[in-house]
């Protein structure tokens, strides 16, 4: 967390996050991108619904999420509830996946329909098991998306300030 002493603004920020993520993990990352957007332009790798994280059921990892930004530029989260019978290999590359996701979600994966986006400036929490998307901005502009992630697993890469 040497961000928050470099930038110290942040600290609230970070104190909101920290409150919508329900348990304590060994690793705590923060991750601050300030992006530009032209239209047609995908907020996130992965604008279909997608889980982050490690799928691991007795231990998941917790996120918790601020997005600044004009409606159409603000993640989206699943609204309905999901049930599938998980198989016995998880799916391990993106195009798994987007398979195992489109067959258990029953429905076009880009669909947003299926799903509310979060108000703007509005702190969320969520886990491994919450599905969620990026958008296709609807015109230019920029949003400030910052995201607390915990972790027994995944370790945040350190970057020189």
């Not at 601050?32 to 231990?59: A, K």
Request: hydrophobic fraction near 35%.
């Amino acid at each position: 967390m040497d961000i928050l002493r470099v930038y110290p603004q942040l600290e609230p920020v970070v104190a909101a996050l920290s409150n919508v993520i329900p348990v304590q993990r060994k690793y705590l990352g923060l991750s601050v991108w300030s992006q530009v957007f032209e239209p047609m332009d995908t907020t996130c790798s992965d604008d279909g619904w997608h889980l982050d994280g490690r799928m691991n059921p007795d231990s998941p990892d917790y996120y918790g999420l601020i997005c600044f930004g004009a409606d159409g530029f603000r993640t989206m989260f699943y609204k309905g509830v999901v049930s599938a019978e998980l198989p016995d290999t998880l799916p391990t590359t993106p195009e798994s996946r987007r398979a195992y996701f489109q067959k258990a979600l029953a429905h076009d994966l880009s669909d947003e329909s299926f799903g509310f986006e979060i108000p703007n400036a509005t702190p969320v929490g969520y886990s491994t098991f919450d599905f969620h998307k990026g958008r296709v901005a609807p015109q230019g502009g920029t949003r400030l998306f910052v995201r607390l992630a915990a972790s027994d697993f995944i370790r945040p890469k350190r970057i020189r300030l």
